[in-house]
């Protein structure tokens, strides 16, 4: 893939294959009415010198999710080169122009950067970081860790994930990665939509790639930022690059295993959930009521589940609108 596109237009000011504890930028040319040779510069950290297991930490996939970037930078700071057997490669905020603007996709171009996967060289500036992301930065690495959470408009049971995969042997070694993060939840996760998504670069690539969902609301409680900063250290003490054992259970396991597993509102208007987060639900009964809120005297929508488990996900904002993803339910079988 990688032989026929131009060469990245980003420079990294850090030696991604070099030692020590380094920080430094991925320097990405913006030119723009109010700088002409300007540039957005992605912090980036690379610890340990690649003798040994690479991992590759990524948070600010989406810019308005808040505990990967806790758990990253503080981890970026705290790491000791000398502990670190192989390499740490660690991008906080790997959006950045959406992380600094605390939204989901880029002020710059709009771009959904998870939707934004393979990128392009020669595409908009959430397409080139992509694309630097894809080749210069995954080949590197033995196991991916992207950190997620619901954002504004979503909140999620605090949960690691991975896909099921064709190749089961690299479904299998996911999972146990999963495992080793010890989030309270671990999820076989399903997609509404894989295309673009680092997942399924990552995936396709033959790498162990874990994911998470961490909380939402567009912010993160102590809880949930604890959570990811101990996932993190699991991970790489998982893949034999930091010492010792991962710390905490491997967490409850819960699945998506159809697409009835969503359910998206057909009404705008103001959504009272019957259930909250963790809660167990059964096939059929009323999960939220969207009450319409242009009169009085009307009968609100009412959305069911249409199985048996429990509420994994759900709509964050107390208003929603037409098409919005509701909820999420989750079985709990294994
Ligand atoms: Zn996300």
């Known amino acids: 893939m990688s032989d026929l596109l131009p060469p990245s237009p980003v420079t990294p000011t850090v030696d991604l294959d070099g030692g020590g504890a380094q920080h430094g930028y991925l320097r990405l040319p913006y030119s723009r009415d109010d700088s ?20 590759l930490l990524t948070g600010g996939n989406h810019g308005d999710e808040y505990e990967g970037p806790i758990a990253l930078f503080e981890l970026a700071r705290e790491l000791d080169p000398a502990a670190v057997r192989g390499r740490v490669i660690i991008l906080p905020a790997m ?3 959406a992380f600094r603007a605390g939204t989901r996709t880029s002020p710059i171009d709009r771009g959904n950067l998870n939707r934004s996967f393979p990128g392009s060289p020669t595409g908009t500036v959430t397409g080139k970081i992509a694309d630097f992301v894809t080749r210069h ?43 080793a993060f010890a989030a309270p939840y671990a999820m076989r996760m399903r997609e509404i939509d894989a295309v673009g998504m ?66 998206f509102a057909e ?23 969207i009450h319409p809120v242009d009169r009085t005297g009307a009968a609100p929508a009412e959305i069911r589940a249409a ?28």
């Open 137 to 179: 930065l995954v080949p590197r690495a033995d196991i991916v860790l992207d950190f997620h959470s619901g954002g504004r408009t979503l909140d999620f049971l605090p949960y690691a994930a991975a896909h099921e995969l064709d190749d089961k042997e690299q479904e299998r070694r996911s999972f146990e990665a999963v495992a």
């Open 36 to 55: 002409a040779w300007g540039s957005v510069m992605i912090p980036i950290a690379v610890i340990g010198d690649g003798d040994g297991p690479t991992a």
């Open 95 to 97: 959006n950045y122009p």
């Open 198 to 263: 680092f997942d399924t670069t990552v995936e396709a690539m033959g790498k162990v790639f874990v994911t998470t969902e961490l909380g939402g609301g567009g912010t993160a409680s102590a809880t949930t930022a604890a959570i990811a900063r101990r996932g993190a250290r699991n991970v790489l003490k998982h893949a034999g690059i930091l010492a010792g054992d991962p710390e905490g259970a491997p967490g409850r396991f819960l699945a998506m295993p159809s697409p009835d597993c969503f359910a």
């Open 307 to 334: 199985l048996d488990g429990v509420l994994a996900a759900r709509h964050f904002p107390g208003l929603v609108q037409q098409g919005d993803c509701l909820f999420v339910i989750a079985t709990t079988a294994s």
């Open 267 to 289: 009404n705008a208007g103001l959504v009272a959930f019957a259930r909250d987060l963790g809660e167990p639900v059964a096939r059929g009964e009323v999960i939220a009521r």
